[in-house]
């Protein structure tokens, strides 16, 4: 089945470190994206990428890294400059940028 | 930048009830998309319309451009629905993310 898988489910981190999420996808879209979700807010946008090697920042991407050297893998680092990670963080696809998205499970991440 | 807001923020209905979920939006927009998102986390995509009305099942969706306004509607609602609902959209020819809302948590008693 096609779908995107994000890994782990739930992750801790220690304070100072730095931390990669997971996201892939057998969906063969071109696009991928990160969002943040905090408890009473809306997900907020922190990368996207459009095509493989190219990647651009979102409305939050202070304290976080991309990479996206292959089509079907977009993973999220998180840096010790972010001052406050502790989030749900979801990985999307889609064809094109104005096409439906799909998304991951979702990844918890929490500070130590 | 969009500003996205839905109605009510919390829902409780029984079974069988017509349940319906409003979101505005304060720009003009290319795209908007209802989302369901489950107590796990996980978010499934329900529709994506610009115009006119969409329908799957027991779930509609319709919009009006001008007013700038969406509603989902869920016809005989069933605890299964029990879920968060997300109205988001993409603004204009932007070829980023999407723009949320805060969301509709939705809870259907048998």
């Known amino acids: 089945d096609g779908g995107i898988t994000q890994s782990p489910k739930y992750l801790f981190r220690k304070e100072g470190q730095n931390v990669t999420l997971s996201c892939e996808q057998n969906?063969?879209?071109?696009?991928m994206y990160w969002y943040r979700q905090d408890p009473g807010q809306g997900l907020r946008l922190i990368y996207y990428?459009?095509?493989?090697?190219?990647?651009q920042k979102g409305d939050i991407a202070e304290g976080y890294s991309v990479s996206r050297e292959k089509k079907e893998s977009f993973p999220l680092t998180v840096t010790s400059a972010q001052k406050n990670p502790t989030a749900f963080y979801l990985c999307?696809?889609?064809?094109?940028?104005?096409?439906?998205?799909?998304f991951g499970d979702g990844t918890r991440l929490s500070i130590l | 930048k969009n500003e996205v807001e839905q109605s009510p923020q919390n829902l409780t209905a029984q079974e069988g009830e017509f349940i319906t979920i409003n979101c505005s939006y304060s720009v003009g927009i290319s795209a908007l998309h209802w989302l369901q998102q489950h107590p796990g986390g996980g978010i499934v995509s329900l529709f994506m319309l610009s115009s006119g009305k969409k329908k799957h099942g027991r779930l509609i969706a319709t919009i009006n451009i001008q007013e700038k306004h969406s509603s989902l509607h869920i016809t005989a609602s069933h605890p299964r629905d029990s879920a968060v609902y997300i109205c988001?959209?993409?603004?204009?020819?932007?070829?980023?993310?999407?723009?949320f809302g805060k969301g509709t948590h939705l809870i259907i008693q048998p």
């Open positions: 990428s459009q095509i493989v090697n190219d990647f």
């Open positions: 969906l063969n879209h071109d696009a």
């Open positions: 999307a696809s889609s064809w094109g940028y104005n096409q439906p998205q799909h």
């Open positions: 988001a959209v993409r603004s204009g020819g932007g070829a980023d993310g999407l723009t």
